[in-house]
Structures are given as C-alpha cells and as structure tokens.
C-alpha cells in the first residue's frame, strides 16, 4: 500500500506571497492532519480534516487554512507569509477522525520563506 | 497545558550497546505515550506505543517503559546499530479528550561504529 504523499517536497517563497501544499492520503484513510516542525518549536498540530471538515485545530493564526476533498486528498494554504514560516510541514493521514495514535507520516514538504 | 521535555543534548554511543532515552512530562496523566523515529528530512515514523495500564512493551530490540507515578517513559534500543542513528520523538495526546498529539523535541541519538 503506497504510503502519504506531499508535493512539492521543496519551495522557496518571498515574504507576502501565499503557498498551497497538497498531501495524499494513504488509500482507505480519511483524516488528515497538518503539523508544523521547526527548531524552535518542534512539531505542532495545525488541524484535522475528516470527510471535507476541519474537525480539530492548533494555535495558528487564521493565515494558516486547509481543506480537504471528496477523495481525502488535502490542501494547506499559507498566505501572508512571514520568515517565521520557514519549516518542514508535514501532512498524516489516519483511518478514523481523532485516531491520533494510528496516523502515518508524509515525506513532508520543507519551505522556505525569503 | 501538558510539557514534554526530552533530552536536547545528543547522545552518543558506541555500535552493540544499549541506547536509553528519556522523556518526561508533566501537568497531566495521559491514557497512553508514543515513541517516534526521524530522520533528517523526513517525517516520524512510529515505533511504539504504551498504555498507562502497561509499565513495559518490546518490539524486537525496542523496550518502552512507562512510569506514571515518576511521569517518565524510558526508550531503550538494544544492540544498537549505526542505522539507528536518528531523533527519536515522545509524544502524548493532549488533556481535554481531543487527543490531538503533543510532541516533544527529540533527542538525537548517534551510534558509532
């Protein structure tokens, strides 16, 4: 079974532009969640979407948004971008909404914020 | 809020001995705890996971233990290998019922040959 899938795995974007990421569920899983990973505050939840709904989120600012279609497959949005964005965004998709403990990592895509 | 403090400094070893990781947390009493590998560049994989009715689980050469009186889980990694080399990551589900994952940093373990 192919595993979660990110595109792009690498982007360079300038302050104030807006970036979507897109992540592809391991088939048959349909929650997907959003995590941030940066030095300096490890990783961090940013939301959940289950069957098109965002069903949990983190401490982000509005700027941070996602959504998710009929096929599971999931986009996050950044818009605004400030440098403090710069990280490695991660994407996990589980079966069940809120079965954090059966999720599987994406390969992650790493942005940089110029 | 619940805090994860894992070890920042790495930890060096040499190659066939046992590896012992440290992640403590406080403010909560969480249903079960996680152990993730990463490495760099990619994102954590999952190991184990320990329920607080449980003190030890094995995976081959992984041993978690879980002490919910100390608030303490150790990650143990027997015979260790050069592939070993990673950061391993605790994490607990959040207070509240939503069980949404808090990580900690990680420690970075290296195995020398």
């Known amino acids: 079974k192919a595993g979660v899938t990110q595109t792009p795995r690498y982007l360079i974007k300038t302050r104030g532009q807006q970036v979507t990421l897109s992540c592809s569920p391991i088939?048959?899983?349909?929650?997907v969640s959003w995590y941030q990973q940066t030095p300096g505050q490890g990783l961090q939840f940013l939301f959940e979407y289950f069957s098109e709904t965002q069903r949990n989120k983190g401490n982000f600012p509005g700027r941070f948004s996602g959504r998710q279609f009929s096929n599971s497959r999931s986009e996050m949005n950044v818009s605004t971008l400030e440098l403090g964005d710069s990280a490695l965004y991660l994407c996990?998709?589980?079966?069940?909404?809120?079965?954090?403990?059966?999720?599987?990592f994406g390969p992650g895509t790493r942005l940089t914020v110029t | 809020s619940q805090k994860i403090e894992q070890n920042s400094e790495a930890l060096n070893i040499q190659e066939g001995k046992t590896a012992t990781l440290t992640c403590n947390y406080t403010n909560y009493s969480p249903a079960y705890l996680q152990w993730y590998r990463q490495d760099p560049g990619r994102g954590p994989v999952f190991l184990l996971l320990?329920?607080?009715?449980?003190k030890e689980k094995r995976k081959e050469r992984l041993k978690v233990t879980f002490d919910t009186t100390l608030k303490q889980s150790l990650f143990h990694i027997t015979a260790s290998q050069p592939a070993d080399s990673a950061t391993y990551l605790c994490a607990l589900p959040a207070s509240g019922g939503s069980y949404i994952p808090t990580f900690g940093r990680g420690t970075s373990l290296i195995v020398h040959p």
């Open positions: 996990a998709s589980a079966p069940r909404t809120g079965t954090f403990y059966e999720q599987y």
């Open positions: 088939s048959g899983h349909r929650s």
């Open positions: 320990i329920r607080e009715n449980e």
